[in-house]
């Protein structure tokens, strides 16, 4: 599966983005998914995971509160709402796959086998 990124930018602290993730090459319904973050000089971070029914759900501590991740199958897209944003929150924002195999979501950078390119959220002060 190819999985690619968008939706992020520049906004203020306090601001909201909705970043998405389209996936192409095969069904999303077989994949659980995850969103991951990397600040500079900082290692890449886990930050929310949905598992391929959408029934499981878990968040990073710094982000449960403020960010909901979703899914459409339908569409083969996946999406992470992101609300009250703080400029610890400025990352590049990945997009993660992993053949769900009848687990529930997955919460290490490791565990995932499919990678889209990433795309830049900064949070200005």
């Known amino acids: 599966v190819q999985l690619q990124a968008s939706g992020g930018g520049l906004v203020q602290a306090g601001g909201s983005l909705r970043l998405s993730c389209a996936a192409s090459?095969?069904?999303?319904?077989?994949?659980?998914m995850g969103w991951f973050r990397q600040a500079p000089g900082k290692e890449r971070e886990f930050v929310a995971a949905i598992s391929w029914s959408g029934g499981n759900i878990a968040y990073a501590d710094s982000v449960k509160g403020r960010f909901t991740i979703s899914r459409d199958n339908a569409k083969n897209m996946v999406y992470l709402r992101m609300n009250s944003l703080k400029p610890e929150d400025t990352a590049v924002y990945y997009c993660?796959?992993?053949?769900?195999?009848?687990?529930?979501?997955?919460?290490?950078?490791?565990?995932?086998?499919?990678w889209g390119q990433g795309t830049q959220v900064t949070v200005s002060s």
């Open positions: 090459g095969r069904t999303l319904s077989s994949y659980n």
């Open positions: 993660a796959a992993v053949t769900h195999r009848g687990l529930p979501v997955r919460l290490r950078v490791d565990e995932y086998e499919h």
